[in-house]
């Protein structure tokens, strides 16, 4: 079993930077991707990056794109630069045991218990 912690959300001006992390622990972990998602009041939970285990792959939402970067070392991080009042919500990083990458919720059967993240006006 993927077991996952995230940590870094909290209250940023637009136009601010937040770094997140996802601890990532279980066996087998070359076997996986590690994604971004996150979820809105009101709205569902959304595709946001990821990254494959090997590193070599990442890929990420329009609304990511050019703003956003995801990586992995000792854990797996996403960049959030040029913030936005509607970035807010709450984070969460998840494994999918997929080892070629998936934007595609479903795939994803381990899950953080989520950081929030607040973008100000």
């Known amino acids: 079993q993927v077991q996952l912690v995230e940590s870094g959300g909290g209250l940023v001006q637009a136009g601010g930077s937040l770094r997140l992390s996802c601890a990532v622990s279980?066996?087998?972990?070359?076997?996986?991707?590690v994604g971004w998602f996150r979820q809105a009041p009101g709205k569902e939970r959304e595709f946001v990056a990821y990254?494959?285990?090997?590193?070599r792959s990442t890929y990420y939402a329009d609304s990511a794109k050019g703003r956003f970067t995801i990586s992995r070392d000792n854990a797996v991080a996403l960049q959030m630069n040029s913030l936005k009042p509607e970035d807010t919500a709450v984070y969460y990083c998840a494994a999918a045991a997929v080892r070629f990458g998936s934007a595609n919720r479903d795939s994803y059967s381990s899950w953080g218990q989520g950081t929030q993240v607040t973008v100000s006006s």
């Open positions: 990254v494959t285990w090997s590193g």
């Open positions: 279980g066996p087998t972990l070359s076997r996986y991707t």
